[in-house]
């Protein structure tokens, strides 16, 4: 029954990117997120930690003074507080960690909204704004 579950929500994720990208070209500058519909639960602190390492990547920076991507260790800790049971505020603090030298990417600020109790939905829907601070090593 879970499985099920998981692969119609993932089913339906590929079809609204699908949808939403019909006839444009798609340029991810971050990272694609598949949200499961929970939320942090209303007064709710969370965190969630993304480490990614890259074994071989970029060994050139990407332009002049920005940061080349091989052997680094990216991670992003992600704090999330519950509002309501349809509104989730979040903050993100990217970083990299490349020769030993940590690197701050600033922040990202982000509010999400779902269907009221998603997560007991076989179909909901959401809408996720942020905002965001890039260093100059980062962004061009």
């Known amino acids: 029954m879970r499985y099920d579950r998981q692969r119609r929500h993932l ?4 079809l ?5 990208g019909w006839g444009t070209r798609a ?5 694609i997120q598949v949200y499961n519909a929970g939320i942090a639960a209303v007064g709710q602190f969370t965190i ?6 890259v074994g071989i990547g970029q060994k050139d920076p990407p332009f002049p003074g920005g940061f080349p991507s ?13 509002m309501t049971d349809w509104w989730e505020l979040g903050l993100y603090l990217p970083f990299a960690v490349q ?3 940590f690197l ?11 269907s009221p109790n998603a997560d007991k939905r076989n179909l909901f829907y959401g809408i996720n704004f942020e905002l965001s601070y890039e260093m100059p090593k980062f962004a061009q």
Not at 48 to 53: A, E, I, K, P, V
């Open 104 to 114: 701050s990417d600033a922040f990202k600020l982000r509010t999400l909204f779902v």
């Open 48 to 53: 969630q930690q993304h480490l990614n390492y």
């Open 70 to 82: 091989n052997h680094s260790l990216n991670g992003t800790p992600e704090f999330a507080y519950g």
């Open 99 to 101: 020769d030993r030298q």
């Open 16 to 20: 609204a990117t699908a949808l939403l």
């Open 11 to 14: 089913a339906s994720a590929v």
């Open 27 to 31: 340029q991810a500058t971050d990272e």
